[in-house]
């Protein structure tokens, strides 16, 4: 009934009669579980993947499987093709499909935990974003999207073989996942797809049993399916020809000459390692007197908008029929998602696995195609990049078995290997392995002292292949507006390291000095503007660059080009910049409260309600424990309790006629009631956190989240217990904290914190604190609060939605010292400690997410 049920769905979605016979298998499988999936190319890795996933979680509705399905690629040319197949199959089912691939026009998908969507990037933005550093995203969005891409999803790592140590990544990352598995509330999983998958490639000390596993159960094609068409009636016939790059357009022109015009047109391909020399090439073929309309160069090095075109114009199916006439110059970017079929393939000597992807760009659909070889004999690794001269070897031997490289043949020669053999034709041995203890520090967003971060982008990428993104503008002055910003069809991916790469086309090394003065910009989080770039260093993988179109350095024809600073203005297309769609979330500046602007006033009360009554809708639909719902629900109402404090209430100043003037504890107020009037690096959730302690403590100051659970330490220690007032509490709201336990009262404090994403896992001082000259003795603030700071009396709904009134509260910075506390008992260090070792760093920053997203609904409730 199964089989019966996903073939309709299948021939329903795909518009196919029938679904492949692996296809079948993984669609009709009930169970979800991480799995290798080795499927050559051209028998519909994304249609089956992708069916399977829509046919169990929305056609059955099948709550085991995740809610998102997370579609990771190593190259922006595949995502946009990937995207379009994927749109086709799922948006007739209403769900929605969403590309994260740099720019400001990713869509919120992360506002919609509980809904099913399909999220499609490559491995720099979407692994970066796993690993809580968000290529390209504001500091505060980090740990919203690292909740969320490690729970509930179905990860499908495509095309493997070109991730290099972003597949280290992967597999470390899902190990991980299975280890904080009990813990995680929705828990995620991945799928590895390549026609090369080697299920070694994944294995490491951490994942050793987990790769054991995967290997007893590949999908692959069964023997008895291996037949019809493209099995019996394909022939590649392949030769190796020693000859070096300024050679190379004779080649192209002799073979292009002899081929003939067949059913799918005469294509040829020409697949080259190193961007440079595609263009070199492209050049020479248009001065031979090629033209430009059927001569194409594709590399990764161009803009979203030159890219668009493509699959319509000549890497598609519907392109290759008769009468057409094209030549294709390209490099690695073809080896894997266009579907084309070339009668000649020629392609520089790269690694096997490289080769064949490559192989499956000819005789896609059938027929006969000639493959030629360039091997250039490089005498070094240096001449041999971007790949090692031992890869180009053993492909060199490879080939010298082979006089046919169709499918059939390969899988011959495949399964005639030996295990050394395997290995030395199938070599990963990735630089930097992610470990576990890297990973939990990542938990921590907050910078050090230098303002930088951990350096996540040796878990992505190896060596030179780390780019950076790129948008040439134009705008009046020195500096530009902050509402300057990029369409993502805007963007280039330019390399930053090697000779080819942004810092030293920007910078001179020897000086540190920037080139380009009042030219070149970079995006601040932090200060939520564009400023020049100080240093070298600023300049770093997932970066945001704006620079000025008249400084040159890329070409509409031949992608970036690193030409000279001046040499030729850039041409700016309609598309290049757009003003930044409202984004509360991407407004990470550290006084930054768009979330609290709205259209009508509404109290901290009613605002605290309707976040309370947001989480309990999420929380239910995402199949949330009770206790835990009720945390999420409990954390709601005292989210904006901070902003009582007098360094928020000055920001608020109604009109008479508006008659809100007599209203103290207000939480939104419409635009022009503002005054501006900012304290700096305020943050209203530290105060919300800080009260709630010390509401527990007027509650039970010996609580076991407070002096409860260390009297035996304080005692030995000698601390001098600090009694809390003995102001009432509502009996309400006090019964409620008190029957909290001390991992509830922690984890609720923590979600009340961490709700912007802004002070979370430790309590530091920012630099507008250490900016501020202390007027009193009660020392340095953090955020924005001094010890001792007086929250006046603020209103608040109880469970049952009664108002309550909180008398004034003062607040104390205790848990932002260094063990014990005489007022609190642990610090605030340790409290998020213990409950990343209890819920782990995943399900931690999901319901952190879970908070964030109800807050942001509820606010634009009041905000139209």
Not at 176 to 192: G, I, L, V
Not at 561 to 583: C, E, F, L, R, Y
């Amino acid at each position: 009934m199964a089989m019966e049920g996903y073939q309709s769905f299948f021939k329903r979605v795909a518009g196919v009669d029938a679904a492949h016979g692996w296809q079948g298998t993984l669609g009709s499988s009930p169970e979800i579980r991480n799995r290798l999936i080795c499927v050559p190319t051209g028998f519909g890795k994304t249609l089956g993947v992708l069916s399977a996933w829509a046919y169990n979680r929305i056609a059955r509705q099948n709550e085991a499987w995740p809610r998102r399905l997370v579609w990771c690629l190593p190259m922006r040319t595949l995502v946009e093709q990937t995207v379009a197949e994927v749109e086709r199959v799922v948006a007739p089912l209403g769900v929605n499909v969403y590309t994260v691939m740099g720019g400001k026009d990713a869509g919120e998908w992360y506002l919609h935990p509980e809904v099913n969507a399909v999220i499609v990037g490559t491995q720099d933005m979407l692994l970066s974003r796993a690993l809580n550093r968000g290529y390209a995203a504001p500091r505060a969005r980090w740990p919203m999207e690292f909740g969320l891409l490690n729970c509930d999803c179905l990860w499908v790592m495509d095309e493997v073989q070109l991730m290099d140590v972003g597949l280290a990544t992967s597999a470390q990352l899902q190990q991980f996942r299975e280890e904080d598995h009990a813990k995680t509330f929705r828990p995620s999983y991945t799928w590895w797809m390549s026609a090369t998958l080697q299920p070694e490639w994944l294995k490491s000390v951490d994942t050793r049993v987990m790769v054991e596993k995967l290997k007893a159960d590949v999908l692959k094609i069964r023997p008895e399916h291996r037949s019809g068409p493209l099995w019996e009636d394909v022939s590649k016939t392949v030769e190796v020809v020693d000859v070096g790059h300024p050679d190379v357009a004779d080649v192209v022109i002799d073979r292009h000459t002899r081929l003939a015009d067949g059913d799918y047109g005469r294509i040829t391909l020409i697949v080259l390692n190193r961007v440079a020399s595609a263009v070199d090439l492209y050049k020479e073929l248009i001065k031979r007197g090629r033209t430009r309309e059927n001569t194409r160069l594709v590399h990764s090095r161009f803009r979203g908008v030159e890219r668009r075109g493509w699959r319509e114009q000549f890497l598609s199916r519907s392109r290759c029929a008769k009468g057409t006439d094209l030549v294709i110059v390209a490099t690695q970017v073809v080896e894997a998602g266009v579907d084309i079929s070339a009668g000649c393939l020629i392609t520089d000597l790269a690694p096997w696995p490289s080769l064949v992807q490559r192989f499956g760009r000819a005789a896609r659909y059938g027929g006969h195609a000639d493959i030629v070889v360039l091997d250039a004999k490089p005498a070094d690794d240096k001449e041999a990049a971007p790949y090692a001269m031992t890869e180009l070897d053993e492909a060199r031997c490879a080939l010298g078995r082979l006089t046919d490289v169709s499918q059939k043949s390969l899988d011959a020669f495949d399964a005639a290997l030996s295990t050394e053999e395997r290995q030395r034709l199938y070599p990963y041995d990735p630089p930097n392995l992610l470990l576990r203890k890297e990973l939990d520090e990542l938990f921590d967003t907050t910078p050090d002292l230098t303002g930088a971060d951990l350096d996540i982008s040796r878990f992505i990428r190896a060596g030179q292949e780390r780019d950076c993104q790129v948008f040439w503008a134009e705008w009046e002055g020195e500096k530009p507006p902050k509402t300057l910003q990029p369409h993502r069809d805007a963007l280039c991916a330019v390399p930053v390291y090697g000779d080819s790469g942004a810092q030293k086309w920007m910078f001179n090394k020897e000086q540190l000095k920037n080139d380009l003065h009042s030219n070149v910009f970079v995006w601040d989080y932090l200060d939520d503007a564009w400023r020049e770039p100080k240093s070298i260093r600023e300049v770093y993988p997932g970066r945001l660059l704006m620079v000025r179109t008249t400084v040159g350095g890329y070409n509409v024809e031949a992608g970036f080009t690193g030409d000279k600073p001046g040499k030729n203005p850039v041409a700016i297309s309609q598309i290049a910049a757009a003003a930044p769609k409202p984004d509360e979330l991407d407004a990470a500046g550290e006084n930054n409260d768009s979330l609290s602007e709205a259209a009508r006033f509404q109290t901290i009360a009613a605002h605290g309600a309707a976040v309370a009554s947001e989480c309990v809708a999420i929380a239910k639909r995402c199949g949330l424990l009770e206790e835990l719902a009720r945390i999420l629900s409990i954390a709601g109402r005292y989210h904006d309790l901070g902003k009582a404090h007098p360094a928020f209430r000055g920001l608020i100043a109604p009109s008479p006629s508006s008659g809100m003037q007599d209203v103290p504890d207000l939480a939104k107020a419409p635009q022009e009631a503002w005054t501006g009037r900012r304290t700096p690096g305020f943050r209203h959730e530290l105060a919300s956190a800080l009260a709630l302690m010390e509401l527990l403590a007027r509650v039970d100051q010996q609580h076991p989240a407070l002096l409860g659970a260390c009297r035996d330490m304080i005692s030995a220690f000698a601390l001098q217990p600090e009694a809390a007032p003995a102001t009432p509490v509502p009996a309400s709201l006090g019964e409620e904290l008190r029957a909290l336990t001390a991992g509830q009262f922690n984890l609720l404090v923590y979600l009340v914190c961490a709700h912007h994403g802004k002070v979370r896992a430790a309590l530091h001082a920012c630099p507008a604190d250490q900016e501020t000259a202390a007027d009193d003795e009660r020392g340095m603030p953090i955020r924005g609060i001094k010890d001792g700071d007086a929250l006046p009396p603020a209103r608040m709904m109880d469970a049952q939605d009664k108002e309550q009134t909180v008398a004034d509260i003062d607040l104390h910075l205790a848990p932002a010292m260094l063990g014990l506390s005489g007022r609190y008992g642990p610090s605030w260090r340790e409290r998020t400690i213990a409950l990343q070792k209890w819920y782990g760093p995943f399900a931690l920053a999901w319901m952190e997410a879970l908070l964030r997203v109800a807050d942001v609904r509820a606010s634009r409730e009041v905000q139209s």
